[in-house]
C-alpha cells in the first residue's frame, strides 16, 4: 500500500489524517509505557513493543525482546513503516544524534518522551515557551555535562533541526504508579524500603517545602494517546501534568498515614540538612536543578486535546497505588551504599540477612561503620 494511502503526504513525511493502526513503541513497559500500550490496543491499534524482559504477547499486543539500544536489535525494525513510533527509551545526546534520522524515517509521528526537568526555575506556572536550563543557565561545569535534563533538550533541538516535521515532543513531569512512588528524588527502594523494615525515612529539610506536581500515570498515557495520530500537534511540544501542586511534605504526609494504617505504626522521619543528604543519594543536578525549584505548571496547550481537568485526584489515587503496592511489595536493586549512610545518620543497622551478596554486606559495613 502506498504511504499516500495510509494518510501521509509523501514530500514531509508527516501525518495528515487521524488513522493509526501500527505502533511501535520502544521501552513501554514504565509507569506510563504500560497503560498507554493496553490504551492503544484496546481502541484497535496494533501495538509492538520493545523489552529487556520475556514478555506474552496477546492479539494487539506484540512484545519483541531486546535492547532497543542495540543498532542489530531495532534496525530491522526501523526498515518497516509505522503510523507512529512512541520512545520511551533514555539515550546519550551523541547517541541520539546517530539515531533520530533513522526513527523520523520510519514513522510518520514520532513522539518523543522529552522530561519537564528542561525548563529553568520560574516564579509563574510554566509554559511550553518558558526559558530552557539549556539556554539560560551560566553553571559552565553543568552545562558540560550530559545530564539528564540538559540531554533531553539538546535532543529535543535534534528534532527541531532534523528539516522533518513529523515528530511531537511530551514533556512529562514526575509520575507515579503502583509500582513507582517517589519522595523527592527517592525512588520507594531508598525510602519505602526503609520505612518496612522499621527503620528511619531520611528526607531533606531543604527540599520538602518545595512545591511539586505529581501526576498519575495512566493520565499522562491518555494524553499521549488522544495525541497520536492527530495532526496538528506535528512539531509541537507540549508538558503533561496535573493542575494542582503540593509540597513534599504534604506527599510524605500522605504515604506516612497510608503507613500508619497498613502497620499500625507511624514510620520515623529525620530531615537532614543538604550536606548530608547529598551525601545519602548522590543527584547533585537533580537536587540543585529542580527539586530545589517550586513546580508548577500552565496546561493550556495540552487542555486543547485533553481534559486534564479528569485526571485522578493525586490524594486518593498517590494514596491507593501505595496501598495496592503494600498488598504485595517487591523492590527493586537496594542500593546499599546509600542505606549505610542513612542507618548512620539514623544511628540504625540493617541486618545483614537482607543483604544477599557478600560483596554488597562489605559495602554496607564500611559505609555504615568506617566511612562516608
Known amino acids: 500500500m502506498a504511504l499516500e494511502d495510509k494518510g501521509y503526504d509523501p514530500f514531509t513525511n508527516a501525518l495528515v489524517a487521524k488513522s493509526m493502526k501500527n505502533i511501535l513503541i520502544l521501552g513501554g513497559t514504565g509507569a506510563m509505557g504500560k497503560h498507554l500500550v493496553q490504551l492503544l490496543a484496546e481502541r484497535g491499534d496494533k501495538v509492538t513493543v520493545t523489552t529487556r524482559a520475556r514478555r506474552e504477547s496477546s492479539a494487539y499486543i506484540e512484545y519483541i525482546q531486546g535492547n532497543a539500544r542495540e543498532d542489530r536489535f531495532i534496525e530491522p525494525l526501523l526498515e518497516r513503516q509505522w503510523d507512529a513510533i512512541v520512545d520511551f527509551m533514555v539515550y546519550s545526546t551523541s547517541f541520539f544524534r546517530q539515531r533520530v534520522p533513522k526513527l523520523l524515517e520510519a514513522t510518520g509521528q514520532y513522539v518523543f518522551l522529552s522530561s519537564a526537568r528542561i525548563y529553568a526555575d520560574s516564579t509563574t506556572p510554566i509554559q511550553e515557551d518558558s526559558p530552557r536550563l539549556l539556554d539560560s543557565s551560566n553553571n559552565l561545569e553543568f552545562l558540560n555535562t550530559d545530564e539528564y535534563s540538559l540531554a533531553k533538550a539538546r535532543q529535543e533541538d535534534l528534532l527541531k533541526q532534523s528539516g522533518k516535521k513529523n515528530w511531537t515532543i511530551i514533556r512529562p513531569y514526575i509520575t507515579y504508579s503502583e509500582q513507582r512512588l517517589q519522595l523527592g528524588i527517592l525512588e520507594k527502594e531508598a525510602w519505602l524500603y526503609r520505612a518496612l523494615q522499621g527503620r528511619t525515612i531520611v528526607f531533606s529539610e531543604d527540599i520538602i517545602d518545595k512545591l511539586t506536581t505529581l501526576t498519575y500515570g495512566l493520565d499522562v498515557a491518555s494524553a499521549i494517546a488522544a495525541l497520536i495520530g492527530e495532526p496538528r500537534i506535528l512539531g509541537e511540544a507540549y508538558h503533561i501534568t496535573q493542575n494542582d501542586s503540593v ?79 503494600l498488598e504485595n511489595p517487591e523492590f527493586l536493586a537496594i542500593d546499599w551504599r546509600s542505606e549505610a549512610i542513612m542507618d548512620r545518620y539514623c544511628c540504625e543497622v540493617a541486618s545483614l540477612l537482607e543483604i544477599g551478596h557478600w560483596k554488597q554486606r562489605i559495602k554496607y559495613l564500611l559505609y555504615r561503620f568506617f566511612r562516608i
Open 247 to 325: 509540597s513534599w511534605r504534604q506527599v510524605l504526609d500522605l504515604y506516612l498515614k497510608v503507613l500508619e494504617k497498613h502497620h499500625g505504626r507511624k514510620p520515623k522521619v529525620a530531615l537532614l540538612d543538604m550536606k548530608r543528604f547529598s551525601r545519602c543519594k548522590k543527584a547533585v543536578y537533580q537536587i540543585k536543578y529542580d527539586r530545589m525549584f517550586n513546580r508548577t505548571f500552565d496546561n493550556s496547550k495540552i487542555a486543547q486535546f485533553v481534559n486534564v481537568n479528569a485526571f485522578h485526584s493525586l490524594e486518593q489515587r498517590l494514596e491507593r497505588c501505595l496501598e495496592e503496592f
